[in-house]
């Protein structure tokens, strides 16, 4: 028994999820987490202990699932560690579709190739994993199966595994007992999502130190796949920068999502002119994304209008047209005093605002504004960085796009639409896959054999590999069926 425990303690490391076992009478319950069945006694991990109890101390439904448990972890054993990588999230979240390594030969020295068998990873948090992550001499439990759909090839059934001895016996369990003993629903469909790359173009400005820029936040409010920001040819890793001051604790930033990256650019003089009132004449200098969407137009659009409104979180609005195209700009005084920035992220790819250079009506409404103002106070609680420079201003507000730009740089982010899938349910599924190799079924069970006769769970031919029900087949002449 010591032996046993040993082996399988090793197989399960880092299973530490424990779960409720009932006394026989249920009168009392413990917290532990699955180690071995052997003959008539379990084995517990309470409280990181191992302790060894009689089988029939616990519930009827616990003694069953300990049996499951330990045919499964014995079939674990058998099967041996494996290394696979993660392919895909299946559509509901509930785990992943992975491929097994290839064994190559040792002598030869080549990488490992991922394009082995494909099964099904049951997954406690799906994004707790990445698409490409491996994982080397991993124990798998077998959770059943299911009914793989790939987008493009015809459905066929792949094993079911999880990381944890317990989670697969309690997923196979719960998979067998919703099928209600129709063979057709004992393999749950998994299916490979739709999925299709929508892009954010955004307009940034670098306002600090150390490749400091202020973003749009609404370009990775619902996530992002990648974000780099684009200049001059190149793109530049972004990362989100979530600013704190000398004491460790965050501070609160206007509406702008600040982010850092190696980008080869000084702060933007855009110097920190208050605006006087509520009616002031200003100029929106916006930008349209050129025709290859890898940068800006150098020639701005100029348009004018008022202030609107004042904000409480350093924000103003302002009535000056904008054309959606242009994802973003400065408001500028009459004088070309800078005295904020605005954005208007597009969407592409997805269900987002696609524009047309040949119709551009004007956005309607308020346009809002983060004032210099705002930038620069929040600029001097950051360690290391400093207030907003001024620069010489001129009343052409041509020559005053143009240097603008130059501090100005284009935003990229991609991220993922998930489009729902129908899938029609597969009228025929095969037994074998519906069982973790070596598992226990249910009790009061039956299985067929090759030559269609049907088998009790009491009898020297039953194989669990091979479930039916009591009515399918020819009765065995030994059990009766």
């Known amino acids: 028994m010591k032996t046993l425990l040993i082996m399988v303690l090793g197989l399960a490391f880092g299973c530490v999820h424990a779960r409720e076992w009932k006394s026989a009478d249920g009168s009392k319950t413990v917290d532990g987490t699955f180690i071995a069945v052997q003959a008539d006694k379990l084995a517990l991990s309470i409280a990181g202990k191992s302790s060894v109890f009689p089988l029939t101390a616990f519930a009827a439904d616990d003694q069953q699932f300990a049996r499951n448990a330990q045919a499964i972890t014995e079939t674990a054993t058998k099967l041996g560690p494996q290394s696979f990588e993660f392919a895909h999230p299946v559509e509901d979240g509930s785990g992943w579709i992975c491929r097994m390594a290839l064994k190559t030969d040792p002598k030869a020295g080549g990488p490992k190739l991922f394009t082995g068998e494909a099964f099904f990873l049951v997954t406690k948090d799906a994004f707790a994993h990445q698409k490409g992550q491996r994982i080397e001499n991993q124990a798998l439990f077998g959770a059943g199966g299911r009914t793989y759909h790939p987008i493009a090839g015809d459905p066929s059934m792949v094993r079911a595994f999880s990381l944890e001895a317990e989670q697969a016996t309690q997923v196979w369990m ?4 919703a099928s209600g003993g129709d063979v057709a629903k004992q393999a749950p469909n998994a299916i490979e999502p739709d999925v299709e790359i929508a892009t954010r ?13 202020a973003i749009d936040p609404e370009i990775v409010k619902k996530g992002f796949k990648s974000l780099v920001i684009h200049h001059d040819g190149k793109d530049y890793p972004a990362r989100l920068f979530s600013p704190k ?3 460790g604790a965050d501070i609160k930033t206007p509406d702008v999502q600040l982010v850092t990256c190696a980008v080869p650019l000084e702060p933007a003089r855009i110097g920190t002119k208050k605006l ?9 200098i916006s930008y349209e994304l050129n025709t290859g969407k890898k940068g800006f137009s150098s020639k701005a659009t100029v348009t004018r209008g008022i202030v609107s409104r004042f904000g409480s979180n350093g924000s103003f609005q302002h009535d000056a047209r904008l054309t959606p195209e242009n994802p973003g700009g400065y408001l500028v005084g009459e004088k070309g005093d800078v005295f904020g920035f605005f954005f208007q992220t597009q969407t592409s790819g997805g269900s987002g605002r696609k524009g047309s250079s040949d119709d551009k009506p004007a956005v309607e409404g308020l346009g809002s504004c983060v004032s210099t103002q705002a930038i620069s106070k929040l600029l001097e609680k950051i360690p290391g960085q400093s207030e907003l420079r001024t620069s010489s201003t001129a ?5 005053n796009g143009k240097t ?18 129908k899938i029609t349910p597969s009228k025929v599924v095969a037994p074998a896959a519906n069982v973790p190799p070596g598992a226990n079924p249910p009790p009061a069970g039956w299985s067929i054999s090759k030559t269609g006769t049907r088998h009790s769970s009491k009898c020297r031919y039953y194989n669990a590999q091979y479930p039916c029900q009591p009515t399918e087949g020819q009765p065995c002449k030994v059990c009766g069926g």
């Open 276 to 284: 006087s009132e509520v009616g002031q004449n200003v100029f929106a």
């Open 245 to 247: 001051d000398k004491e």
């Open 201 to 213: 173009h955004g307009f940034g400005v670098v306002i600090g130190k150390g490749g400091l820029v």
């Open 404 to 421: 603008l730009l130059a501090s100005s740089v284009l935003v990229v982010a991609t991220f993922e639409i998930n489009k729902p899938r």
């Open 395 to 399: 009343e052409d507000m041509e020559a």
């Open 174 to 177: 719960d998979v067998m007992a």
